[in-house]
């Protein structure tokens, strides 16, 4: 049962600006996700009203959400550690 994967505008644009490296390592993540959406490695998020989900690789993050009827992973906001939780904050509130 296999998810199908939507990366918002703005977080392809979040992807654009990350280094080629740690782009192609976070690509491998989020496809990874149409298998397993719900991996152990991923953490749930809850707030602003809606269940949240984020995986880590290295010092980036992906936060994304999804829809189980539609079997949609939505990816939302991706970046560095360090200002992900502003930046969803702002982009999902």
């Excluded at 809606?50 to 993050?61: A, E, L, N, P, V």
């Excluded at 539609?70 to 200002?83: A, E």
Aim: aromatic letters at 8%; glycine letters at 6%.
């Amino acid at each position: 049962m296999t998810y199908s994967v939507k990366i918002l505008p703005a977080a392809e644009k979040d992807l654009s600006r990350i280094p080629k490296r740690d782009r192609e390592r976070l690509g491998k993540r989020i496809d990874a996700l149409s298998d397993d959406p719900r991996p152990v490695t991923a953490d749930r998020m809850n707030g602003w009203g809606r269940t949240f989900y984020k995986i880590r690789s290295g010092d980036f993050r992906v936060v994304y959400e999804i829809d189980a009827a539609g079997r949609i992973v939505v990816v939302l906001v991706v970046g560095d550690r360090k200002d992900i939780y502003l930046k969803a904050k702002r982009r999902l509130a």
